[in-house]
Each structure stands twice: as structure tokens, then as C-alpha cells.
């Protein structure tokens, strides 16, 4: 790899904006260097990353930057939303959708000694993984997607995924993101969740897949929305265009078994073990493309998943002890109470 010699674009564009997040101009190099090698380097560690730079110094510099030195990530991640709050300000909030996610970080054997790991199936292969589980939140808008922040989940802690979604939900609305549509899997839709949603702002809605094995209240009791769409005749499905993709949908507002009611949007997909994907939210009045619409955001988060652990380091960081919060017991970088 050649010599770096100069920041790029995206880090020199914006460096000046984080002056004040730094005590020292030296603070503030090895927080521009330590970007770029992320962004740079093909490996993660302070030494190589260091060593990369044209008259670097010891590598103990940087890492008693990273981990001695009193400057705050808090400051540093609302100096970030910041920016991206003067980015959007014109955009309209009905245009923005704030995805909630989670990522499995997977470590092998020799990092057990790392704090709060846990061993999680793996969806792609049917195995256990050694790995940290990050819930995350992200804006998505019409001039980019911005990842907001995130929360550590640890299966034996006291924590929730779900109440980690809340949090992050709650944290969005406080720091004036626009947006008025919360996008998430059928993990999160719990009624926890939906109804922290509406008791902190009415005015946004949800979208998320429905499980396959979801079932509804109808006139002959509760049936599996499965059996329901399976009953249907073919004058009850149509024909739709949405984003460059044709679906054969059925729209029906539903009343599911926890007595909610929600507009459920199932179309027939061959890739699925049921023959549909089943989408819900609570706009009961919202036509089909806009719920796919909508909930298509969320593929851009694998995405950025992807390219977060090919090109940043996501899986390749090394950690022994974990900074948990008095506030929420998990690892954080905002120290601020749950639900206060």
C-alpha cells in the first residue's frame, strides 16, 4: 500500500467542523488520521493504520489518543448529526425514514476475552456465531443515508432488543431528525415498541414485515393470515408497479390477535416457504406501493452492513472492556436515561 498523504475529500471537507470537539490541534490530527485509515487501510489496528501515514510518529501516541485521552464521542457524534441536520433541513420529514436494525459483529474463538460477547444463530448457514449484536438506528432521506447511532444487546443482560429500539427511537426524535415513518423486521413489531412510538409523537407511523407465522381475529375466530391469503379468489389480488418492480398484492385492513388493528399489505413472493412477504402498519389508509416503498428502505442497511465490515473494520476491531452505562446497562456512547 502506498503512503497516505493527505486526508480524503470526506475527511478534509469536515475536519474543521470538529475543532471544537478537541482540547489540543494534535487531538484533532489523530482523530483525522484515525478516520482515514478506517477508510484507507486494510487493517484495522492503531500500529498498522499509524504506519501508513508519511512522517508518523510511535504508534503510542494514537493509541493513548484512543484510549487515555479526555476528549468525548459524545460530542464528536452530535457534532456529526449536526451536520447532517444542516444537510436535511429542507428535506420534508414525510420524505425521511428512520430504520431501526440490528448486526451481528462476529469475532473467532481467540476473542472470547472480549466483554459481552454471546453466541447467536447464524441466519445464513443454520450455525452459532461467536458475536456482538449492535442494534442500530438510521435516516434515510432523499439526500442520503445517515447512520444515527447504536446499542449493544447482550442476550443474558437485562435489556431487551426491543427496549434498545425504543431507545434509539426516542434519541431520534429528541436530536430533531426529520422523519415521520419508523421502518423495522418482524422482531420489532411488539407492542412495546409500536406503542412507545405513539405515545411519544401520534403523528408517526410504522412499517414492518409481518411474521409467517402471524395470526389475525376474523368473524370465524383466529386463523393464521396465512390460511386467510391462502382462501382468497384471484379478483382479490392485483397487479402493481413499484419501484421498477411489478407485485401481485392483496390490501386488507386486519385486526391481528393482540386486538390491533393494522393495514396489512401481502404480495405473492416464490422465494418465500409461504409463497407471500406480508408487510403491516398502522396508516390505515396508505395504498400498497407506499408501504413496499417504505419498507424497501431497509434493504439499503444491509448495505451499509456490508460495506461497514469489508471496508471499515466492523468485525475487525478488538475490544476487552466494555463502557456500559449506569443509565441504560448496555454499551453506549449517550449517558442520558432511558425513559426520562
Avoid at 469536515?14 to 494534535?26: D, I, K, M, N, T
Wanted: hydrophobic share 40%; charged share 25%.
Amino acid at each position: 500500500m502506498l503512503p497516505i498523504t493527505d486526508y480524503p475529500k470526506a475527511v478534509g471537507q469536515f475536519l474543521s467542523s470538529f475543532e471544537s470537539c478537541f482540547r489540543r490541534a494534535e487531538q484533532l490530527t489523530h482523530f483525522a488520521e484515525y478516520i482515514t485509515g478506517l477508510i484507507v487501510s486494510w487493517r484495522f489496528t492503531i500500529n498498522h493504520m499509524n504506519d501508513q501515514f508519511v512522517g508518523h510518529r510511535d504508534q503510542s501516541t494514537k493509541n493513548r489518543f484512543i484510549n487515555e485521552s479526555p476528549w468525548s464521542e459524545i460530542k464528536v457524534n452530535y457534532r456529526r448529526i449536526q451536520l447532517i441536520l444542516q444537510r436535511v433541513k429542507k428535506v420534508s420529514p414525510r420524505k425521511c425514514f428512520l430504520i431501526i436494525d440490528d448486526v451481528k459483529c462476529a469475532h473467532d474463538k481467540g476473542t472470547r476475552k472480549m466483554e459481552q460477547l454471546g453466541f447467536f444463530k447464524d441466519t445464513s448457514n443454520g450455525g452459532w456465531v461467536n458475536a456482538h449484536v449492535i442494534v442500530t438506528a438510521h435516516l434515510i432521506t432523499p439526500l442520503g443515508h445517515f447512520p444515527i447511532e447504536f446499542r449493544l444487546y447482550y442476550p443474558n443482560g437485562r435489556i431487551t432488543k426491543i427496549r434498545l429500539a425504543c431507545w434509539l427511537v426516542k434519541k431520534a426524535i429528541s436530536l430533531g431528525l426529520p422523519f415521520k415513518t419508523v421502518v423495522f423486521d418482524s422482531w420489532y413489531l411488539a407492542p412495546e415498541l409500536i406503542d412507545f412510538i405513539k405515545g411519544l409523537n401520534p403523528d408517526i407511523k410504522w412499517v414492518s414485515r409481518l411474521a409467517s407465522n402471524r395470526v389475525m381475529l376474523s368473524p370465524k375466530g383466529r386463523m393464521a393470515i396465512t390460511e386467510y391469503l391462502n382462501d382468497l379468489t384471484t379478483d382479490l389480488w392485483k397487479e402493481i408497479e413499484c419501484n421498477g418492480k411489478t407485485y401481485t398484492v392483496h390490501v386488507k385492513n386486519l385486526t391481528l390477535s393482540d386486538h390491533r388493528k393494522v393495514r396489512v399489505v401481502a404480495y405473492k413472493d416464490d422465494e418465500e416457504e409461504t409463497g407471500y412477504t406480508m408487510l403491516a402498519t398502522d396508516a390505515l389508509d396508505w395504498e400498497a406501493a407506499s408501504v413496499i416503498r417504505a419498507y424497501d428502505h431497509r434493504w439499503t442497511i444491509d448495505a451499509f452492513y456490508r460495506d461497514a465490515k469489508q471496508n471499515l473494520g466492523l468485525e475487525g476491531y478488538m475490544i476487552r472492556d466494555i463502557k456500559v452505562s449506569s443509565a441504560t446497562g448496555t454499551w453506549c456512547s449517550w449517558p442520558s436515561p432511558f425513559y426520562s
